[in-house]
């Protein structure tokens, strides 16, 4: 599995972003794709996900104003990013948990929001 996700940006405060993630390889499993970030000196945090159920979950953090899709035709999800604020800044990563097992992580994408 390989996951490349679009390149972040510098974005000021308020602005909008929205990143994509394209998973490639075998036995892909679109529906539990989600993205998590890392702030410097920080943990890795969940943003949103899919759960293999059908449901989404959303970092309390971001409830609101992210909005996670998907194109199961193309394998890839999308993170819709609005209304961002400066703490949203940190290095964003794709990331697909088969139920079969594996965890898979994208290269990570760098989204810096000023002030």
């Known amino acids: 599995v390989q996951l490349q996700a679009s390149e972040g940006g510098l974005v000021q405060a308020g602005g909008s972003l929205r990143l994509s993630c394209a998973a490639s390889?075998?036995?892909?499993?679109?529906?539990?794709m989600g993205w998590y970030r890392q702030a410097a000196g920080k943990q890795r945090e969940l943003v949103a996900r899919?759960?293999?159920?059908?449901?989404?979950r959303y970092g309390d953090a971001v409830k609101g104003r992210f909005t996670i899709s998907r194109d199961n035709a193309k394998n890839t999800v999308f993170l819709q990013m609005n209304d961002l604020k400066p703490e949203d800044t940190g290095v964003y990563y794709c990331?697909?948990?088969?139920?079969?097992?594996?965890?898979?992580w994208g290269q990570g994408t760098l989204v810096t929001v000023s002030s």
């Open positions: 899919f759960t293999p159920a059908g449901n989404t």
């Open positions: 990331n697909m948990a088969p139920t079969w097992g594996g965890n898979f």
């Open positions: 390889g075998r036995r892909l499993s679109i529906n539990t």
